[in-house]
C-alpha cells in the first residue's frame, strides 16, 4: 500500500484537485467517501464533486452542537447539488452519560473532558463512517496549522487504517475564496465574521488577522493539545 501511496504522490504531483478527484473515485469506487464538515475547502470538493459523480458517497458527523448556520448549509448545500449526504449522529445512551455525569459544558473544565466529548460525539461516528472503506476524502489543507504542513496528496491513515486523499493539500486560503467565488458555492455566513475552521459552536470561535487558521478552534487549551482526533497527522 505505501507504494501505491507513493505512486500516487508522484503521479499526481502537479494534478488539479479534479483530476485527484476524478481518479480517486474511479480507482476506489464504492470504497471511497467524502468526509465533509462543511468548511470552506469542503464546499469547494462537494462543488468538485457533484460535476464528476453526482452519486459519490458524501458524509458529515453531527455533533449535535454545531453552529445554526452549518445545519442550514448543509441544506442549502444537499438543494443546490442535488445530491444525498449522509449524517451520522452520536450514541444517544453515551452523549446522556457523558452529559449526566460530567455536564453539557464539559469541554471547559479540561482536555481529558474535550477529548472525551470529541470522542463520543466525532471520532466514533468516524469509526462507523470508514467502515468497510478503501479510501476517504478530506479538505486538508498544509496551510491550515503546523500540524498540518507536512500533509500529502495521498497519505495512509494510521488511526483509520485506510488511504487518505487531501486534493486541496497545497492550495492556499486566497485560492480557496477564488474558487468559492468564481463558481458561486454556497457557504458559511461565520467565513465572513473572522471565523476560519468551524466546528462545534461552543469550541468555534473568530480569528485575527495573521492568527492560524485553527487557532479559533478549543482557543483556552494550549497549542499541542488542539485536536479532535479525526485525523491521524493531528
Ligand atoms: Fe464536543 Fe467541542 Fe469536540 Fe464538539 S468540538 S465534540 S462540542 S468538545
Redesign the pocket.
Known amino acids: 500500500m505505501n507504494k501505491d501511496i507513493k505512486k500516487f504522490n508522484l503521479q499526481f504531483k502537479n494534478a488539479s484537485p479534479q483530476e485527484v478527484i476524478s481518479f480517486s473515485l474511479n480507482k476506489f469506487k464504492h470504497k471511497i467517501a467524502f468526509a465533509s464538515s462543511f468548511g470552506l475547502e469542503d464546499q469547494v470538493i462537494i462543488d468538485m464533486i457533484a460535476s464528476i459523480d453526482k452519486y459519490a458517497e458524501i458524509f458529515t458527523l453531527d455533533?449535535g452542537?454545531l453552529f445554526p448556520e452549518t445545519y442550514n448549509l448543509i441544506s442549502e448545500t444537499q438543494k443546490r447539488y442535488n445530491i444525498k449526504i449522509k449524517i451520522f449522529f452520536p450514541d444517544n445512551e453515551h452523549v446522556e452519560k457523558m452529559v449526566i455525569e460530567k455536564g453539557i459544558n464539559l469541554?471547559y473544565d479540561n482536555v481529558e473532558n474535550?477529548r472525551l466529548?470529541?470522542n463520543i460525539?466525532?471520532v466514533r461516528q468516524l469509526e462507523r463512517a470508514l467502515k468497510g472503506l478503501d479510501a476517504w476524502i478530506c479538505g486538508i489543507r498544509k496551510e491550515q496549522s503546523v500540524s498540518r504542513e507536512d500533509s500529502q496528496m495521498f497519505e495512509w491513515d494510521d488511526n483509520n487504517n485506510l488511504i487518505n486523499i487531501n486534493p486541496l493539500v497545497n492550495w492556499t486560503w486566497t485560492q480557496v475564496w477564488e474558487y468559492i467565488k468564481k463558481h458561486n458555492v454556497p457557504y458559511n455566513p461565520l467565513h465572513d465574521k473572522g471565523y476560519m475552521s468551524i466546528?462545534?459552536q461552543?469550541?468555534t470561535r473568530p480569528v485575527k488577522q495573521g492568527e492560524d487558521i485553527r487557532s479559533g478552534r478549543w482557543w483556552w487549551e494550549y497549542y499541542e493539545h488542539k485536536e479532535?482526533g479525526l485525523h491521524s497527522n493531528e
Open positions: 455533533t452542537r469541554f474535550r466529548c470529541c460525539r466525532k466546528g462545534c461552543p469550541c479532535c
